[in-house]
């Protein structure tokens, strides 16, 4: 969705004169989004501040694993398919 809203703003120019602030948040809702990998928001670990543990289970959710990138402590370098693939074998 957010490749067809960008697409979208793309096109568009915010109308001249911009005539409320209001107006002009919007346009640049439309026109802007993040695309970078939000990574390091679930720390792994094994102490109790650790949202996950080293086999990738939520600490407290029994049946629930997360295997994307929000257990890397930083965005990496290229392509990581590997995540997924370890949990499989978890």
Do not use: W
């Amino acid at each position: 969705m957010m490749g067809t809203i960008c697409a979208e703003a793309a096109v568009r120019s915010p109308p001249r004169p911009v005539p409320s602030d209001e107006e002009l948040r919007e346009y640049v809702k439309l026109a802007t989004g993040s695309f970078f990998q939000h990574v390091g928001t679930c720390a792994m670990g094994t102490d109790e501040r650790a949202v996950v543990d080293l086999e990738l289970r939520v600490r407290g959710i029994v049946g629930l694993r997360i295997a994307d990138g929000s257990v890397m402590p930083s965005i990496v370098a290229a392509t990581n398919l590997d995540l997924p693939r370890r949990e499989g074998d978890l």
